[in-house]
């Protein structure tokens, strides 16, 4: 069964200070991987994902993410953070059917 | 239009009572979904609804009972809940895009939800 793990509960980035998020997952075949951010109260955005080719994706907000399959990893980076980029941060896998979520990792942005 | 919508944004209703959570697409998509989502927790997949017909019920109680009307309505009927569902309830549509093997690399694109509260 597929699975994701991301290890950080909660990561604290001054702002304008670079970001990467961890995101490991556990499938059989070729996986296909999401990031999504959620607002306090507000539903789920997609941020990037991946379903093939370039193991390095663009997303919105000026959001990356690197698919590395010798780590089953797909990190997510961004550069540079913004106060407004403090948000619940969601990695899935896509599953028969469904994604299937990790746990989640609270970024707060400090001044 | 690429937004899907859901109403209320906001229910309290007490333990007896019946009220309905609405969802509406109209992205052309045949794929939808009900999730709930406690504080500070991953959405939870309630159900799954592909071709209007329910495809996935991740065994929810039966005072939740889902509604598909139409390819872009979907509706989630309450009935007795208790305070323990109190929750932020969210739906998403998507393309539906099954591989061969059954995986499907369905992007969803997801409500606003709405906060239920349970008295």
């Known amino acids: 069964a597929q699975s994701v793990t991301q290890p950080d509960i909660h990561i604290t980035v001054s702002e304008g200070a670079s970001l990467e998020l961890r995101c490991n997952y556990s499938?059989?075949?070729?996986?296909?991987l999401f990031w999504y951010v959620q607002s306090p109260g507000q539903g789920l955005q997609l941020l990037l994902k991946?379903?093939?080719?370039?193991?390095l994706v663009q997303g919105i907000k000026g959001f990356e993410a690197e698919f590395k399959r010798s780590q089953s990893s797909f990190n997510l980076r961004k550069p540079s953070v913004h106060w407004s980029d403090a948000a619940e941060y969601f990695c899935?896998?896509?599953?028969?059917?469904?994604?299937?979520f990790g746990t989640g990792t609270r970024l707060l942005v400090s001044p | 239009d690429t937004e899907v919508t859901q109403t209320p944004k906001h229910l309290v209703m007490g333990m007896t009572n019946k009220k309905s959570l609405k969802c509406e697409q109209h992205?052309?998509?045949?794929?939808m979904y009900w999730y709930k989502q406690k504080a500070k927790k991953p959405p939870e997949l309630m159900f799954v609804?592909?071709?209007?017909?329910?495809?996935i019920n991740e065994s929810v109680p039966s005072r939740f009972s889902p509604e598909c009307p139409n390819s872009s309505l979907l509706n989630l009927h309450l009935h007795a809940l208790q305070p323990e569902d109190s929750a932020l309830y969210l739906c998403?549509?998507?393309?539906?895009?099954?591989?061969?093997?059954?995986?499907?690399?369905?992007?969803?694109?997801f409500g606003p939800g709405t906060r239920l509260t349970v008295l």
């Open positions: 609804y592909s071709y209007e017909k329910l495809s």
């Open positions: 991946y379903f093939s080719g370039d193991t």
């Open positions: 998403a549509s998507s393309q539906v895009n099954i591989l061969a093997g059954g995986s499907s690399y369905n992007e969803q694109f």
């Open positions: 499938y059989g075949a070729t996986p296909y």
């Open positions: 992205m052309g998509h045949r794929a």
């Open positions: 899935a896998v896509a599953g028969f059917q469904k994604l299937v």
